[in-house]
């Protein structure tokens, strides 16, 4: 059974720095493709950022530069490095893992960002 355990949500001002975990058990991190999403009131689930198996990662245009995606294998936890966050960051922040063509999700880490 895949379980998906974000952490490190928080309310933090405009400019200011936040890092997300992903604590996950019944999968490898490393083995599966893992991404964070987002969703902001009265707003459709966004990606926000994606690491594959191999190590590659990708980025919404809107975070590029701002935010950084990685994995620690050992502690089988994937992260989301936030920093110069924005209001418009503003949202529930959802883990997901791509396991045998099945989206696996989180319960989701609230982020609000003061101006």
């Known amino acids: 059974q895949v379980q998906l355990v974000e952490s490190g949500g928080d309310m933090v001002q405009a400019g200011g720095s936040l890092r997300l975990s992903c604590a996950a058990s019944?999968?490898?991190?490393?083995?599966?493709?893992m991404g964070w999403y987002r969703q902001a009131p009265g707003k459709q689930r966004e990606l926000v950022a994606l690491?594959?198996?191999?190590?590659?990662?990708n980025y919404a245009d809107s975070v590029k530069g701002r935010f950084t995606i990685s994995r620690d294998n050992v502690k089988n936890t994937v992260f989301l490095q936030m920093n110069s966050v924005k209001p418009d960051d503003t949202a529930v922040y959802y883990c997901n893992a791509r396991y045998r063509l099945t989206d696996c999700w989180g319960q989701g880490t609230q982020v609000t960002v003061s101006s």
């Open positions: 019944g999968i490898r991190v490393d083995f599966n493709r």
């Open positions: 690491i594959t198996n191999g190590g590659n990662t």
